[in-house]
Antibody, heavy 114, light 107 residues
Framework: EVKLVESGGGLVQPGGSLRLSCAAS????????MNWVRQAPGKGLEWVAN????????YYVESVKGRFTISRDNANNSLYLQMNSLRADDTAVYYC???????WGQGTLVTVSS | EIVLTQSPDFQSVAPKEKVTITCRAS??????LHWYQQKADQSPKLLIK???QSFSGVPSRFSGSGSGTDFTLTINSLETEDAATYYC?????????FGQGTKLEIK
């Protein structure tokens, strides 16, 4: 069974940092691109970033470039999102998703507020 | 950036009826269009990939069609458990984008 479990969300002040993690199991992690997708409260879905199987290619949505960093640890089947210089409009549930977004985790809530 | 526009934004349909949701892309995306169902307080679930391929375990009443710029999700014989918001999503070019969502209410 494919399982993706996010963690690391919480309340952070504007300008602060947070690191999200996603633990993957039930599939061969090294065979798949991985993604972060977010959803602001009551809003739609927004793709944030993705990373190739070996980490050699990385892409971001324009609004997070220079502030967020996606990475992966293939030895530990884990995906990460380092979020710096957080803003109020980064408040969302952050999901990790496999490949062509076929499986998603349950999400972790990030709230940016003073 | 490719913009996906879904219609309608909201639909209220009785059980056993047929539902059609459309998704229009701002430029041709081939068949790189996927459909998701998101129930309240849950993560999205993939229904249809690459316009018309049913994802594993998805009931046969869900089907997709289209190519280029116009796509359709059809739900035959609606069931009460189908109450959800449905999103289309393109993987043709970066940044990947989603439609705004269609909320489906069961009468």
């Amino acid at each position: 069974e494919v399982k993706l479990v996010e963690s690391g969300g919480g309340l952070v002040q504007p300008g602060g940092s947070l690191r999200l993690s996603c633990a993957a199991s039930g599939f061969t992690f090294t065979y798949y691109w991985m993604n972060w997708v977010r959803q602001a409260p009551g809003k739609g879905l927004e793709w944030v970033a993705n990373i190739k199987e070996d980490g050699s290619e990385i892409y971001y949505v324009e609004s997070v470039k220079g502030r967020f960093t996606i990475s992966r640890d293939n030895a530990n089947n884990s995906l990460y999102l380092q979020m710096n210089s957080l803003r109020a409009d980064d408040t969302a549930v952050y999901y990790c998703a496999r490949g062509v977004r076929d499986y998603w985790g349950q999400g972790t809530l990030v709230t940016v507020s003073s | 950036e490719i913009v996906l526009t879904q219609s309608p934004d909201f639909q209220s349909v009785a059980p056993k009826e047929k539902v059609t949701i459309t998704c229009r892309a701002s430029q041709s995306i081939g068949n790189s269009l996927h459909w998701y169902q998101q129930k309240a307080d849950q993560s999205p679930k993939l229904l249809i990939k690459y316009a018309s391929q049913s994802f594993s375990g998805v009931p046969s009443r869900f089907s997709g069609s289209g190519s280029g710029t116009d796509f359709t999700l059809t739900i035959n014989s609606l069931e009460t458990e189908d109450a959800a918001t449905y999103y289309c999503h393109q993987s043709s070019s970066l940044p990947f984008t989603f439609g705004q969502g269609t909320k489906l209410e069961i009468k």
